[in-house]
């Protein structure tokens, strides 16, 4: 992919050509506002007009980006790891206690934990609901994972059938809010593919999602002759599941990918610009 959109943005600067915007610090988040892009950042240093460079990612602060690309990387080999795992299948396996009980909690726990560095705040910019909805569903998912390995050690077999519902509902809520990330910082790059990849793969997981949710009501409302009604949706849900956990590992792995050369970019472009604005005392 192409990296580009390092234009100044025309609105951040007023009449005297000083800052007139709230831009923070591409570093530390300091607010340069007042300040000539030809000064530098009173806190930390570095020159103004690296922070005034637009939206792409690739003018966003390298540590940000370097926070959000392990988020999205984890993201990427927890989608892995559960389309390997969880299955019918495999779930039935869990609950007989075929797979150690510790599996799909750490994995569970291991993305939630993901999803909270790929909602890491950009330096100076307020706290976006994504940070809040991720506060919610990672609290959430850690909590039924303590749950779910109590339950496993209590031997409670007749809770299985919430736990594996909640365990289900939690890995929904970690995959959705990561391709909602994803989708966001795919506008801030160049090429449209990855934001169409993006939306593909939403719609297909939410397609499975809504199978499986349609399989799980139906076998609870019906559950003297569930047969057909639950078959039918929950094998459509779990295949479908499986290609959209797959295809959106893909997704976060160019995501990261991406995270991670605008950060090698951005740290060589601030470099160049310190070395730049200091020559060397003779
Ligand atoms: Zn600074």
């Given at each position: 992919m192409s990296i580009q959109g390092?234009?100044?943005?025309?609105?951040?600067?007023?009449a005297s050509g000083?800052?007139?915007?709230d831009t923070a610090c591409h570093r530390c988040g300091y607010l340069l506002r007042g300040l000539a892009p030809t000064a530098r950042c009173p806190e930390c240093g570095v020159p103004v007009y690296l922070s005034l460079r637009g939206e792409h990612l690739v003018n966003a602060s390298p540590e940000w980006l370097g926070q959000v690309g392990v988020g999205f990387r984890i993201g990427q080999s927890a989608a892995i790891g559960l389309s390997v795992l969880v299955f019918p299948g495999a779930c039935l396996a869990l609950a007989m206690g075929h797979l150690p009980a510790w599996l799909v909690p750490a994995i569970l726990v291991l993305w939630a934990f993901g999803v909270w560095r790929a909602t890491t705040p950009e330096p100076g910019r307020p706290v976006g609901r994504h940070r809040v909805m991720a506060a919610i569903v990672c609290g959430c998912t850690v909590i039924v994972q303590v749950v779910a390995l109590l339950v496993a050690w209590r031997d409670w077999q007749n809770v299985w059938g919430l736990i594996i519902f909640l365990e289900w509902a939690c890995a929904v809520g970690l995959w959705l809010l990561q391709m909602l990330v994803a989708r966001n910082l795919s506008r801030?790059?160049?090429?449209p593919r990855e934001i169409i990849s993006v939306k593909v793969w939403t719609v297909i997981g939410l397609v499975g999602h809504g199978a499986v949710a349609t399989g799980l009501l139906v076998g609870a409302v019906a559950?003297?002759?569930?047969e057909l009604a639950v078959i039918v949706p929950m094998s459509v849900g779990a295949v479908t599941t499986w290609l959209a956990l797959l295809g959106s590992a893909n997704v976060f792995s160019n995501i990261a990918g991406v995270l991670e050369r605008c950060a090698m970019i951005a740290l060589a472009d601030r470099k160049e610009a310190i070395d730049r604005d200091d020559p060397p005392n003779a």
């Amino acid at each position: 992919m192409s990296i580009q959109g390092c234009k100044p943005d025309p609105q951040a600067l007023d009449a005297s050509g000083h800052l007139q915007l709230d831009t923070a610090c591409h570093r530390c988040g300091y607010l340069l506002r007042g300040l000539a892009p030809t000064a530098r950042c009173p806190e930390c240093g570095v020159p103004v007009y690296l922070s005034l460079r637009g939206e792409h990612l690739v003018n966003a602060s390298p540590e940000w980006l370097g926070q959000v690309g392990v988020g999205f990387r984890i993201g990427q080999s927890a989608a892995i790891g559960l389309s390997v795992l969880v299955f019918p299948g495999a779930c039935l396996a869990l609950a007989m206690g075929h797979l150690p009980a510790w599996l799909v909690p750490a994995i569970l726990v291991l993305w939630a934990f993901g999803v909270w560095r790929a909602t890491t705040p950009e330096p100076g910019r307020p706290v976006g609901r994504h940070r809040v909805m991720a506060a919610i569903v990672c609290g959430c998912t850690v909590i039924v994972q303590v749950v779910a390995l109590l339950v496993a050690w209590r031997d409670w077999q007749n809770v299985w059938g919430l736990i594996i519902f909640l365990e289900w509902a939690c890995a929904v809520g970690l995959w959705l809010l990561q391709m909602l990330v994803a989708r966001n910082l795919s506008r801030r790059i160049t090429d449209p593919r990855e934001i169409i990849s993006v939306k593909v793969w939403t719609v297909i997981g939410l397609v499975g999602h809504g199978a499986v949710a349609t399989g799980l009501l139906v076998g609870a409302v019906a559950a003297r002759e569930p047969e057909l009604a639950v078959i039918v949706p929950m094998s459509v849900g779990a295949v479908t599941t499986w290609l959209a956990l797959l295809g959106s590992a893909n997704v976060f792995s160019n995501i990261a990918g991406v995270l991670e050369r605008c950060a090698m970019i951005a740290l060589a472009d601030r470099k160049e610009a310190i070395d730049r604005d200091d020559p060397p005392n003779a």
